[in-house]
C-alpha cells in the first residue's frame, strides 16, 4: 500500500534508538524526509547519516527536551531546512516510574511538556501543510501504562495527560485537516532499551512479563513505527482522536 509519504516531511523527538529510530527509519523508507533530535550528538549524527543513505534528506540535532527555547528551535530549523513538516512525532520520554517529585518533575517536563512544546513549534508548518495537501498530523508515543496502575506512578499518569491532550488537540484542529492520535505501546524489546537491560539484570521477572502475553513475545519497534506511520499518513485521514494501543492484548481493558 502507498502510504502517500513520499516527499513529504516527518519530525521525529527521541529518535536515534528503539521506537524513534525505527519510526524515522520507516518514514524514510516511504519517502518521506526525515528530521529527529536526541540528546548524544554523535548518536543523532550517526543516525542522520544512515537516514541520508536510504535516499532521503534529513536533518538532525542534540536537543534537550527539557530545554523548551531550545526544542521550538529545533523544530522551527527542522521544518525551514527541509521545506515544511506534516508529520510531527512526539516520541521523547523521560521513563521515569516513581512517586517522587523528581519522577514527576521529569515527566511532565519531557512527555508532556515536550509534547506541547513541539506542537506549538511545528503548528503553523503542519496547518500550512494542511491547507496545501488536505492533511497533516501529530502522534504522540504514550504506553499502556497510562491505563494501568498498581501504585502511584509518574509514568502511568503523564501517559495517561498525553493521550487527553491529544484528544483536545484532535477536536481543535480538525477543521484544519490537523489530526492528533496516540500511539501507546505495551512491552517494546530492543537490547539496549528498558526490556533489553531487564533481560540481563532481571531475567526471571523478564520471563514473567513475556509470559503474561498471550502473543507470548514483546513488540519490536518496527512493529510500533508500522502503526505510528500508517496512523500519521493521508492514508488515515479521518482518523483523529484516537489512542492505538499496540501491545499483542497484553492490557484486558476493553476500549470504546
Known amino acids: 500500500m502507498d502510504l502517500q509519504l513520499k516527499g513529504k516531511t516527518a519530525v521525529i523527538t527521541g529518535a536515534t534508538r528503539g521506537i524513534g529510530r525505527a519510526i524515522a527509519e520507516a518514514f524514510a523508507d516511504e519517502g518521506a524526509n526525515v528530521a529527529i533530535c536526541a540528546r548524544n550528538a554523535e548518536q543523532v549524527a550517526e543516525a542522520v547519516k544512515a537516514l541520508q543513505a536510504r535516499g532521503v534528506k534529513a536533518y538532525g540535532e542534540a536537543v534537550d527536551i527539557a530545554d523548551g527555547a531550545g526544542l521550538k528551535a529545533f523544530v522551527v530549523k527542522a521544518g525551514e531546512t527541509l521545506g515544511g513538516i506534516d508529520v510531527l512525532v512526539s516520541n521523547a520520554s523521560a521513563l521515569v516510574q516513581g512517586n517522587g517529585e523528581d519522577a514527576w518533575k521529569a515527566m511532565f517536563d519531557i512527555d508532556i511538556l515536550g509534547a506541547v512544546r513541539t506542537l506549538e513549534a511545528a503548528l503553523p508548518f503542519l496547518e500550512k501543510a494542511a491547507e496545501s495537501?488536505?492533511?497533516?498530523?501529530?502522534?504522540i508515543t504514550s504506553s499502556i501504562s497510562a491505563a494501568e496502575a498498581d501504585n502511584p506512578s509518574s509514568y502511568g499518569a503523564m501517559k495517561a495527560a498525553q493521550i487527553h491532550f491529544a484528544k483536545g488537540v484532535a477536536r481543535q484542529y480538525a477543521p484544519k485537516k490537523?489530526?492528533?492520535?496516540?500511539?501507546?505501546?505495551?512491552?517494546?524489546?530492543?537490547?539496549?532499551?528498558?526490556?533489553?537491560?531487564?533481560?540481563?539484570?532481571?531475567?526471571?521477572?523478564?520471563?514473567?512479563?513475556?509470559?503474561?502475553?498471550?502473543?507470548?513475545?514483546?513488540?519490536?519497534?518496527?512493529?510500533?513505527?508500522?502503526?505510528?506511520?500508517?496512523?500519521?499518513?493521508?492514508?488515515?485521514?479521518?482518523?483523529?482522536?484516537?489512542?492505538?494501543?499496540?501491545?499483542?492484548?497484553?492490557?484486558?481493558?476493553?476500549?470504546?
Not at 502475553?213 to 512493529?223: H, I, K, L, V, Y
Open 133 to 139: 495537501r488536505g492533511d497533516a498530523c501529530m502522534v
Open 178 to 256: 490537523v489530526r492528533c492520535n496516540v500511539v501507546s505501546p505495551g512491552t517494546v524489546f530492543f537490547e539496549d532499551g528498558v526490556w533489553g537491560q531487564v533481560k540481563r539484570g532481571m531475567p526471571g521477572f523478564f520471563d514473567q512479563m513475556i509470559q503474561r502475553n498471550p502473543t507470548g513475545r514483546m513488540a519490536t519497534p518496527e512493529e510500533i513505527a508500522a502503526a505510528t506511520v500508517f496512523l500519521a499518513s493521508p492514508r488515515s485521514a479521518f482518523t483523529t482522536g484516537i489512542n492505538m494501543v499496540v501491545d499483542g492484548a497484553l492490557s484486558r481493558r476493553a476500549n470504546f
